[in-house]
């Protein structure tokens, strides 16, 4: 049986060592359900990799190498991944990281029931088995940006075979900073000041503050902006030999917070020389992961610093159809177990009217990698009355908006990201919330007042968000040939009125009017076609699930949003079609044809919805080319999708299932009018 390794939910390191030894690797406490509730486990030792058991004491105060215990069965839980065991799952921390975590949080207690809730709400990615907080976890953790777009699963396991010396170096009981607390400070390196000889006493407002105030300001300044503000004003200068502000950096959430020995210390410092003395080049292995590991413990400590907050929620239903927008919902089987690997699942829903008079919307949002997404939302009316509920802190975002019809949203994979109020006048409020790198939807613009809503939450954040109709049918859905622009969700947004989907040609049209299944979209042309005079040349790449990407080519530097459809690596067993158009000379694309194939048998996506088998492009000059991987493709579904005088192919979109193997599965074609067509001349030799 092959060995069974969990990682550290803090550090993100393996807990494990090698056989016979016993270190700060393989000593870890669990965080885990119970019949009393959510408790903290002694300290265990995970010291057989091939039986898999995570095995500690219930008394939070106890060892497994304590006289009397030998480590039974009935204390054994699932870590991480793994199913219940004994009616009990959890997640795992090296005592050392564990430690950290309590002086992370010191002088309060670490919140073990809101940590338990938060941590599951996260993933467990198919290409790891650490829980996924959406970072690297500073090293151990790759991220694959470059292939895989915002919503997909981009994270994969380092291995943890590979000699690392900081990562297997303890964080928290390192010597070399009782060393440090007592060394002789060196002399510090001359300084000279070199500010602009413009700048005077009398046109430095900052000279009017007591020197006392200035540097209660740089206190609370990060370190870098301080030395900035200094270079900017002569009133600033003294900062770098004042021992108070080179004290305040190792306090709490400060950049050098992580040595929090020295605030305790009966030594007298020299601040500066220690702040110095730990700078990047100067630590070693423990002080490296010493810093990395707190700085993972404040992001998780900011994660925790969020409360549920419930006002003034009232509802009262005025129907029972409702039209909703989350991110990709996992569902428990309802008999088995299965991983929770990707998207976030259901804790909690709640209804809720939204107040008459609305004056204003706010939200509040919580950082989980690099992503941002919205925890909880409040409505202000005119008289100042407050309808909030969610998890929330003291920063928060608001918009001034009336007359609500829906709303426009921002949508991970893992929740609600952003929102726009849509009022009655069809006007858009400013974004709030963070709504870069996601796909954007219209499907919640309702058409008439927003009356009622239902909020679906995980244990840290927004995942759902509905909105009841007050009709049986709002009117924006009945304009057919618009229902994939309106219903569907769009990355990087949704498209302009001014391009033509020709939605009627793409077959499975109906499957994306629902649920969370973005849809990509580049436009080759540029706007307008401003382009299409530029282009030379289509490559597609072909893999055996199909087509990962297609590369446009121009005789211009064009911005790269432009010059790519899709973003999967070429790999071993594809291969490039080429295609070149003469743009310069007036060549452009005035039809596609697009092959669906629907298998009898595979998976239930792919016999329900199809996929791309081939296409073919043509030009007006009645060039064509026909991309498929398949010399003969199989049998198939054809959609003939011509551009209208006037009007020209200007871009694609479609959808990928890179997770199974596939490439891109849909392919729909933007045309648009292109002003100034009949500029477009064939200046061809046969023309």
Same mark, same amino acid.
């Given at each position: ?9 803090l550090?993100?390191?393996a ?8 270190s ?16 903290l486990?002694?300290?265990?030792l ?7 058991a ?10 497994w ?6 480590s039974?069965?009935?204390d ?17 921390f ?5 430690d ?6 010191h002088p ?18 198919a ?5 996924s ?11 694959d940006?470059?292939h895989h777009f915002?919503?997909?699963?981009r ?22 900073i009782?060393n440090?607390?007592?060394e ?9 000041l070199?500010?602009?000889g413009?700048?005077t006493p009398?046109r ?12 209660v300001?740089a ?15 002569r ?5 770098f ?9 190792f306090?709490?959430?400060?950049d050098r917070?992580? +040595? #929090? &020995?020295?605030? /305790?210390? !009966?030594e007298?410092? =020299?601040w500066?020389w ?5 700078n990047n @080049?100067?630590r ?9 590991v ?5 992001k ?10 419930q ?7 005025c ?13 428990q089987p309802?008999?088995g ?8 699942? +259901? #804790? &909690?829903?709640h /209804?809720? !009217?939204?107040?008459e =008079?609305l004056?204003?919307?706010s939200?509040?949002s919580?950082? @989980?990698?690099?992503i ?13 009355d ?16 009336s ?7 921002a ?10 109020g849509?009022?009655s ?5 400013p974004?709030?919330?963070c709504?870069?790198?996601?796909p954007?939807?219209?499907r919640?613009d ?8 239902d909020i ?50 793409f ?5 994306y ?9 580049t436009?080759?042309g540029g ?9 030379t ?13 297609i590369d446009?080519?121009y ?8 010059r790519?459809f899709?973003?999967?690596?070429p790999?071993e ?8 158009i ?9 039809a ?7 298998p009898?048998e ?5 016999v ?10 043509t ?11 398949h010399?003969d ?19 694609f ?10 490439g891109?599965?849909?392919l ?5 009018a ?14």
């Open positions: 049986m092959s060995p069974r390794i969990c990682l550290c939910t550090c993100g390191w807990i494990v060592d090698a056989h016979g030894n016993v700060w690797l393989n000593q870890f406490h669990g965080l885990s359900n119970s019949p009393q509730g959510i408790i486990t002694g300290v265990g995970y010291d057989d990799p091939g039986s898999g995570f095995i500690a004491p219930v008394d939070p105060n106890s060892r190498d304590d006289s009397g215990y030998d039974p069965e009935d054994q839980f699932g870590a991480m991944s793994q199913g219940e065991v004994n009616g009990r799952r959890g997640f795992v090296h005592e050392a990281c564990w950290l975590l309590q002086k992370a949080f309060e207690e670490v919140p073990l029931s809101r940590l338990f809730h938060v941590c599951e709400s996260l993933p467990f990615p290409n790891g088995v650490i829980i907080w959406g970072h690297d976890y500073e090293g151990p953790v790759l991220i940006n470059e915002p919503w997909e699963d994270f994969s396991d380092r291995e943890y075979m590979e000699p690392d010396l900081v990562l297997t170096t303890n964080p928290y009981d390192v010597p070399e009782q440090l607390l007592i002789d400070p060196e002399s510090p390196p001359s300084s000279t070199s500010v602009s413009s700048m009398g430095d407002v900052f000279f009017a503050l007591p020197e006392e105030l200035r540097s300001i206190m609370y300044l990060p370190t870098v902006d301080v030395l900035n503000l200094r270079l900017a004003s009133a600033f200068w003294t900062m030999n004042n021992q108070q502000f080179w004290a305040s950096r306090r709490h959430s400060s917070s992580w +040595l #929090f &020995e020295a605030r /305790r210390s !009966t007298t410092q =020299n500066r220690l702040y110095r003395r730990t @080049l100067r070693d292995f423990g002080l490296q992961n010493r810093a990395r707190w700085n993972l413990a404040q998780l400590v900011d994660v925790l610093d969020f409360r549920w907050v006002i003034g929620v009232n509802y009262s239903p129907s029972d159809q409702r039209i909703e927008v989350s991110g990709e919902m996992w569902e309802v008999a177990y299965s991983l929770f690997d990707k998207g976030c699942r +259901l #804790f &909690e829903r /209804r809720v !009217t939204i107040p =008079n004056s204003q919307i939200v509040c919580i950082l @989980l990698g690099d941002s997404y919205v925890t909880g939302l409040k409505f202000t009316n005119a008289a100042g407050i309808c909030q509920i969610g998890y929330w802190t003291a920063s928060e975002q608001s918009v001034e908006t007359g609500l019809r829906g709303f426009k949203l949508v991970g994979s893992r929740g609600i990201q952003a929102l726009q849509i009022s006048k069809s006007s858009t409020s974004w709030i919330g709504p870069e790198r996601s954007k939807t219209l919640l309702m058409g008439e007042r927003a009356a009622d809503l679906g939450f995980d244990g840290c954040k927004i995942f759902s968000l509905s909105v009841y109709c007050q009709s049986s049918s709002p009117n924006r859905t009945a304009q057919d040939g618009n229902r994939l622009r309106n219903l569907g969700m769009w990355y990087p947004d949704v498209p302009e009125q001014t391009l033509c989907l020709n939605e009627a040609s077959p499975p049209r109906e499957h009017l629902s649920g969370y299944k973005p849809l990509f979209w436009s080759f706007p307008g076609g401003i382009y299409l005079r530029n282009l040349r289509l490559s597609v790449i072909w893999g055996g699930g199909g087509i990962r990407r446009f080519a005789d211009v530097p064009v911005p790269s949003e432009h790519t899709g973003c999967q690596a790999g067993w594809t291969k490039a079609i080429d295609f070149a003469d743009g310069a000379g007036g060549e452009f694309i005035k596609v044809e697009v092959l669906h194939h629907y009898d595979g998976y239930p996506w792919l329900e919805e199809g996929t791309v088998v081939a296409f073919k492009a030009t007006n000059r009645e060039r064509s080319c026909f991309f498929s991987f010399s493709p199989p049998s198939s579904l054809p959609c003939l999708i011509t551009a209208s005088p006037g009007t020209a192919i200007t871009g979109y479609g959808s990928q299932r890179p997770h199974d193997g596939s891109i599965t849909a729909g074609v933007i045309s648009e292109i002003q100034g067509m009949c500029g477009l001349v064939d200046v061809s030799p046969q023309s």
